[in-house]
């Protein structure tokens, strides 16, 4: 049975109806999607079991279009399909995708069986780089790139979509839960008039939220500033490595990744920053590395000098040296990870983490054994832009610390359910250090981690125990 875009599709929220959707006079020329985390869900090469049995996928099975993705285009295609009629508000937009998977013949099969193979006029699906299928497609269509809306789920950093083709003068969407809401589309098509009145400037990315955000040249080109215009974001110092000069600002709403800043980049270099100061910062790109960093970082409050108060994870005896306090154990290099700062989700499909409310301290044992992803970690992680190098050091301990041993205290946050959907969102990957598919149902938060003052060693067990550890190996300010 073939599966198409026409059938109803399930909920989303919120959603738009037919007239909103159309009540624009200002259209693009061509609209192009990705596919991948775009229009349809999950990743295709994560799919590795059918490769294995060369299998092909089943639409509607292995592969579902996001409900949105599926809405807009039964809307678009109940509109009146004569090019003459004034009624008709696509009769002169055209529709296409490029899209860079390498399971081109499984993409081609399944825009076939979703029944969208006679909907998209251009259909550019080879692996390689995305401007050439832009280039591809102006020769083709005869379409100027100003005229044209490009929706992605990948933004910026080395596999990055968005920046480089809006860089073309392409206005660029970028949503990284793919199309699961109506509204992205809606905003977008608004963005497109308002971005076509004023001159389509080149390097214009409309964010999932509905901001947009603009790419300022600097010097001529090959790199630049980029930001949210007249508008600076705020955060909190998560992380801090003095004797490498870096940290990272936890900011945003959850979703968000940590931003990188160099102590180069303090407003006021002879500032002293510590773990939770309040900061203020810009966002630019490195124009080397591909990567986002925090520019121009203002402190605006410190972090109290108080003990944070005390949860119900630890217990301590004034007249010993002594501290009893709930214990978990990780294998690497996923413990690594997570003390290192990188990881800030644990995903699992059991209820560990469940009985313990936010803000729960626990210490983070390292496992005898390593977990047997094949490595699939580093694909998620140069996703995010980390460089080979960056990885190996995130995936190490630092001297001192080893299998066996307890290295780490973590204060968890929430513990959530997940969806597959929701779990194959690159941002959520990126937290969890592991494909959606590879992941856990329950999602534990990670609100702040800190390695021991030195490795204790302790035998480890399944589940959450506990162990008497010495109070003078933590970290100052966790009791």
Not at 54 to 67: H, R
Not at 473 to 479: I, R
Request: proline share 5%; with cysteine; aromatic share 8%.
């Amino acid at each position: 049975m073939t599966a198409t875009a026409d059938a109803t599709p399930k909920t989303s929220a919120p959603t738009s109806n037919s007239s909103s959707i159309s009540s624009s006079r200002t259209r693009p020329s061509l609209i192009v999607f990705d596919l991948d985390n775009t229009l349809w869900t999950p990743e295709l090469y994560q799919l590795r079991k059918l490769q294995r049995n060369k299998k092909n996928p089943i639409a509607g099975k292995d592969v579902t279009l996001f409900p949105a993705a599926a809405s807009i285009i039964q809307k678009i295609r109940s509109s009146p399909r004569n090019d003459d009629d004034d009624d008709n508000p696509w009769s002169n937009t055209r529709f296409a995708v490029a899209s860079r998977t390498k399971s081109v013949d499984w993409a081609t099969d399944l825009l076939v069986q979703f029944g969208l193979d006679d909907f998209f006029h251009y259909k550019e699906i080879f692996p390689g780089d995305k401007k050439t299928h832009f280039r591809n497609l102006r020769e083709k269509s005869g379409v100027e790139y100003s005229e044209m809306l490009f929706f992605d789920d990948s933004r910026d950093g080395r596999f990055g979509n968005c920046v480089p083709v809006s860089e073309l003068g392409v206005l660029s969407v970028h949503c990284p839960g793919g199309l699961h809401c109506e509204t992205i589309w809606t905003r977008a098509l608004e963005c497109f008039g308002e971005w076509s009145g004023d001159g389509s400037p080149a390097g214009t990315v409309v964010e999932w939220e509905g901001s947009v955000t603009t790419t300022m040249m600097l010097g001529g080109g090959g790199g630049g500033e980029e930001r949210k215009v007249g508008e600076r974001f705020e955060g909190i110092v998560k992380t801090v490595k003095r004797d490498k000069r870096f940290g990272f600002i936890s900011y945003g709403d959850g979703r968000t990744r940590d931003m990188f800043f160099h102590f180069s980049s303090l407003s006021n270099v002879n500032d002293d920053i510590n773990r939770g100061d309040k900061v203020s910062f810009n966002i630019v790109n490195d124009p080397q590395k591909r990567k986002d960093a925090a520019s121009d970082v203002k402190i605006l409050s410190r972090a109290t000098s108080s003990p944070p108060p005390r949860s119900d994870d630890t217990k301590t005896d004034k007249n010993t040296n002594t501290v009893n306090m709930r214990v978990f154990s990780m294998n690497l290099p996923f413990a690594a990870l997570l003390a290192n700062g990188y990881k800030t989700l644990e995903t699992r499909n059991g209820t560990m983490f469940t009985p313990y409310p936010e803000g729960t301290k626990m210490l983070l044992h390292v496992g005898q054994r390593r977990y047997p992803d094949g490595d699939r970690h580093i694909d998620v992680m140069r996703g995010g832009g980390l460089s080979d190098e960056d990885i190996a050091a995130l995936k190490r301990l630092p001297p001192g610390f080893s299998k066996g041993m307890a290295v780490a205290i973590v204060e968890i946050g929430k513990t959530f359910d997940t969806t597959l959907e929701e779990r194959c969102v690159g941002d959520f990957e990126r937290r969890v250090a592991a494909f959606g598919a590879d992941s856990g149902r329950r999602a534990t938060e990670i609100k702040r981690v800190e390695y021991l003052k030195r490795g204790v060693k302790v035998s480890g067990r399944g589940g959450v125990f506990k162990v008497d550890i010495e109070k003078d190996v933590l970290p100052d300010g966790w009791l």
